[in-house]
C-alpha cells in the first residue's frame, strides 16, 4: 500500500500560480510512474502531468507551456508548478503513483481560479 500525501491546492487569481506537492509514503517498486490528475465537476477525471522514475514525462495539450512537473526519487515526492492559471484549470487536483496492477491516489488537493 502506497499512501499519497498532496499540499499546495488553493484560490488563486486568473494568471497566478500554485505549485502542488505530493509525498509517497514509500515505494513498492523503484520503477514507476507519478504524476497528477485532476477533476473537474461534472467531468471524468483526466491526466494533467506524469514523470516515470527514469525521468520521462508526459503533458496533457492543454497543460503544455504552463505547467512543470518534477519529482526526487530519494524523497519519493513530486511536484507540479503551474503558471497562467486559467478558471477552466479549477478543479480537484489528484497525486497518484502506479506500476503495473498497483495504482494509487492521494485523496486530492482543491484549485480553484477565479476570473
Known amino acids: 500500500q502506497v499512501q499519497l500525501v498532496e499540499s499546495g491546492g488553493g484560490l488563486v487569481q486568473a494568471g497566478g500560480s500554485l505549485n502542488l506537492s505530493c509525498e509517497a509514503s514509500k515505494n513498492i517498486f523503484v520503477i514507476n510512474v507519478m504524476g497528477w490528475y485532476r477533476q473537474a465537476p461534472g467531468k471524468e477525471r483526466e491526466s494533467v502531468a506524469t514523470m516515470t522514475s527514469r525521468g520521462d514525462i508526459n503533458y496533457a495539450d492543454s497543460m503544455k507551456g504552463r505547467v512543470t512537473i518534477s519529482r526526487n526519487n530519494a524523497k519519493r515526492t513530486v511536484h507540479l508548478q503551474m503558471n497562467s492559471l486559467k478558471p477552466e484549470d479549477t478543479g480537484v487536483y489528484y497525486c497518484?503513483?502506479?506500476?503495473?496492477?498497483?495504482?494509487?491516489w492521494g485523496q486530492g488537493t482543491q484549485v480553484t481560479v477565479s476570473s
Open positions: 497518484n503513483w502506479r506500476y503495473g496492477a498497483y495504482n494509487y
